[in-house]
């Protein structure tokens, strides 16, 4: 019923910029914590920001500070921000679409897109 699908990977220099973009479809956008999160290789999904159906945004120590986290509740989009890339960004990156207010636990969620890779080079 639920379809997440992202958009905006690519590769980028180090300190280069990408947003991020998840279209939501099939049930209530708005009734949604909604969420990012990255695999890079060798390494377990983590959580990197998080948007709760409230507008409470929450982000890893790690991006804090360069991602920015949106949504909007008229396209049902998901947004990434993400700034000052750094090459332990790499990543791919999935977007996530739960009932509950979830955080930044993957458990949390209910819906996952597909991912979308981003790379970035020093």
């Known amino acids: 019923q639920v379809q997440l699908v992202e958009s905006g990977g690519g590769s980028v220099q180090a300190g280069g910029s990408l947003r991020l973009s998840c279209a939501v479809s099939?049930?209530?956008?708005?009734?949604?914590?909604l969420a990012w999160f990255r695999q890079a290789p060798g390494k377990e999904r983590e959580g990197v920001s998080g948007?709760?159906?409230?507008?409470?945004?929450r982000y890893t120590d790690s991006v804090r500070g360069r991602f920015t986290v949106s949504k909007d509740n008229i396209s049902n989009r998901l947004y990434l921000q993400m700034d000052s890339l750094k090459p332990e960004d790499t990543a791919i990156y999935y977007c996530?679409?739960?009932?509950?207010?979830?955080?930044?636990?993957?458990?949390?969620?209910?819906?996952w897109g597909q991912g979308t890779q981003v790379t970035v080079s020093s």
């Open positions: 099939g049930s209530t956008f708005s009734s949604f914590s």
């Open positions: 996530a679409a739960g009932w509950g207010e979830s955080g930044l636990s993957a458990f949390g969620y209910n819906f």
């Open positions: 948007i709760s159906k409230f507008g409470f945004a």
